[in-house]
């Protein structure tokens, strides 16, 4: 069954630093979104992608971040300089909104980050 | 409170029993999603209902919808060890939009 794939599974950084965190969506999707889940907290919607733009973001998805399909399998969120609050785990998540049935979104394992 | 929030928090329950969880949302919505997140790890779909359905089955998964009390319960039947997880809702507006999520309900079946 296809599924999404993400990479690293764990990645720890410096404040301050670049991370890009990376996911392969399933292959036949068209919208791809990252969402994170702070330790003990709700998952939150940080930006959802389509068409090659940005279709919507959040508030948390401020000038530090941006998304990227670099070619036609990976889809990659940038922070540019982490801050400690980024610590959290990151999900990608994909959709296929061609057909009727499936606005189901499909998330990936996670990356988990962790800024010192 | 806030679009997606599920109650109870927390639910304890027995090998076998049923377990029943709640979620309520403020907003008009396209489709309502389940989610299960095993301890810190991704988050498995487990079923999707349209504001058009009243009722959803999976298995051992029962799904109801009343948009007119925006909410949504999802019950396990014969409940296992293994579904020991938290358990999400997620609101979606419409196709393509961002999912909404809840806090989560965090389930443990004790064998």
């Known amino acids: 069954e296809p599924e999404v794939t993400q990479t690293p599974s764990h990645q720890v950084t410096q404040m301050g630093q670049e991370v890009i965190l990376r996911c392969v969506p399933i292959?036949?999707?068209?919208?791809f979104y990252w969402y994170r889940q702070i330790l003990g907290q709700k998952v939150e919607f940080l930006v959802s992608?389509?068409?090659?733009?940005?279709?919507?973001k959040s508030e948390i998805f401020d000038d530090q971040f941006s998304v990227e399909r670099p070619d036609g399998s990976n889809f990659t969120l940038k922070i540019r300089s982490t801050k400690l609050e980024d610590s959290a785990m990151y999900f990608c998540a994909s959709s296929d909104r061609r057909h009727q049935i499936t606005e189901t979104q499909y998330f990936g394992p996670g990356t988990r980050l962790l800024v010192l | 409170s806030q679009q997606g929030e599920e109650d109870p928090q927390a639910l304890s329950i027995q090998e076998g029993e049923n377990a029943t969880m709640n979620c309520s949302y403020k907003t008009s919505i396209n489709n309502l999603q389940w989610y299960r997140q095993n301890s810190g790890r991704g988050l498995v779909h487990l079923i999707l209902i349209r504001s058009n359905e009243r009722e959803k089955h999976s298995g051992r998964l029962r799904v109801t919808l009343d948009t007119s009390k925006k909410s949504s319960s999802l019950l396990i039947t014969a409940s296992r060890a293994a579904d020991t997880a938290s358990y999400f809702c997620?609101?979606?507006?419409?196709?393509?939009?961002?999912?909404?999520f809840g806090g989560g309900t965090r389930v443990l079946v004790k064998p």
């Open positions: 992608f389509y068409n090659n733009e940005i279709s919507e």
């Open positions: 997620a609101t979606n507006k419409a196709a393509g939009n961002k999912l909404t």
């Open positions: 292959s036949n999707h068209l919208y």
